[in-house]
């Protein structure tokens, strides 16, 4: 087992921004456990944190249909940028004492770019995961959990693995569970770093030990998912809600939005880029990306917001104008972007959005699993159209053809939703910055020359 020194600070590249006397157990239930100075809380601290409290009440005193009753009340949506209710997933999972007990895989495969929250939350607090898995577990009636985690997040790894093995020693792990009767085990699982592990089909085949290509849909993994047994497959953020929402009621986390959004609870928000502070912040969903941004310090000196996006790269372009929109799922859904993991990256008036477009498409087109035509070919050949013109080497005709490229790279002609999701940058910028890819059109072209 890998030992972490004991009072040893991790090496993560983001922060939270909000200091103890602003964090409490009633308004921050993801991070009011986290300690000043960023170093891990360990099984003890935890546990005088009221650690594993809920998971031992749950599982003497409640049902799993009580369980998933009560998420369903609560709203928590999908953290990890799908935004569908955890609550209905587990409810859609096939149950029955004809059926075996399945399994519950946790996503930590963090790829998205701009992305960093649940680092925060796996190197820094680990057993509220493990606790969370515990609870998510029981209701679903899964016999093992895994952690499928990002090979590059070493410290995590080290922090969850530790995490697991002081678990499985208190007897939270393992048979018999705190007297309950429930069995239930979790390995942490280190991936290859592939971003299409985000689709939660692929991330099954390569935890089964198969090539990372998406499933065809039906039947859904609820059915038939790892090894053919009905599967759960939740984000971190997702997960680590569930203690607190069975200790203080649906009621109690709808309030935590405090009217700013229909949806409940709080989301951890975050800022990369040219700003001054970058960080996350715990706040209650719906908070404005003004105020947000405002958190960070806003733009550094010498820079002006251009452009943001509300969380991740595959999220589309808006504009300073949108900040003030509520940063939830439905909202930003309806101002043609995601909320995706509300992590905003923000672009300077000093940088060319081509030149951003073409590092994203790069990325998402070196990512594809290479399953269907559209994206295998498709994605390669918009970095070829943006490096020409990024270079000022552009056609006219250029423009036209990433254009047709978002839609023929987009749902349903897609297996998944890899390229909709590379596209959806694009198709934003080409509304919004159409000047900036006409300026990359060569002004003379020489005969014979393509």
């Known amino acids: 087992m890998t030992v972490i020194p004991k009072d040893s600070r991790l090496r993560y590249h983001c922060q939270l921004r ?63 940028g799908g935004g569908f209710s955890a609550g209905v997933k587990w409810g859609l999972t096939q149950v029955g004492d004809h059926l075996p007990r399945g399994y519950l895989i946790c996503n930590a495969d963090e790829m998205e770019p701009g992305t960093f929250k649940d680092r925060l939350l796996l190197e820094q607090l680990p057993h509220l995961l493990i606790e969370s898995m515990i609870i998510a577990g029981y ?30 020693q208190a007897g939270l792990l393992g048979s018999d569970i705190a007297g309950s009767g429930f069995d239930f085990d979790i390995a942490l699982h280190t991936g290859a770093g592939r971003y299409i592990c985000g689709e939660e ?41 569930v203690p607190s929402v069975m200790q203080h009621g649906a009621d109690w986390y709808q309030g935590l939005s405090g009217g700013l959004s229909g949806d409940g609870g709080t989301k951890l928000y975050g800022v990369s880029g040219l700003v001054e502070r970058p960080g996350l912040w715990e706040l209650p969903i719906g908070t404005s990306g003004r105020e947000i941004l405002e958190r960070a310090g806003g733009m550094r000196q010498g820079h002006t917001l251009k452009a943001w996006l509300p969380g991740g790269g595959s999220t589309g372009f808006l504009l300073p104008e949108h900040l003030d929109l509520p940063m939830d799922f439905d909202t930003i859904g309806q101002y043609g972007s995601r909320l995706g993991t509300s992590v905003i990256a923000v672009v300077s008036e000093r940088q060319s959005i081509v030149s951003l477009l073409r590092n994203l498409e790069q990325f998402f087109a070196r990512e594809s699993c290479g399953w269907c035509t559209p994206c295998r070919d498709g994605l390669p050949w918009t970095v070829k159209i943006l490096q020409a013109l990024e270079r000022g080497e552009g056609k ?32 934003s910028a080409l509304k919004l910055f159409r000047a900036e890819f006409e300026a990359g059109i060569a002004s003379t072209s020489l005969e014979g020359v393509s």
């Open 18 to 80: 909000q200091s103890a006397e602003e964090r409490h157990a009633e308004t921050h239930p993801l991070t009011w456990r986290l300690r000043e100075d960023g170093a891990r809380v360990g099984f003890a601290e935890y546990c005088a944190k009221e650690g594993y409290q809920s998971a031992r009440q749950t599982l003497t005193q409640r049902t799993p249909a009580d369980i998933i009753d009560t998420m369903k009340q609560a709203n928590v949506r999908g953290r990890g």
């Open 396 to 427: 006219p005709e250029y423009i036209e053809i990433l254009e047709q490229h978002t839609l023929g790279l987009n749902s349903p002609r897609t297996f998944c939703a890899h390229a909709p999701g590379a596209m959806m940058p694009l198709e």
């Open 139 to 168: 209701a679903n009636r899964s016999c093992y959990g895994y952690i499928f985690l990002r090979g590059e997040y070493v410290e995590a790894a080290r922090s969850v693995a530790l995490a697991i093995e002081e678990a499985r």
């Open 201 to 241: 089909t692929a991330l099954i085949n390569s935890l089964e030990g198969k090539r990372a290509n998406p499933r065809a849909k039906p039947p859904f993994p609820g059915q038939s998912g790892a090894w053919g047994k009905p599967t759960v497959v939740n984000n971190v953020e997702t997960l680590c809600n």
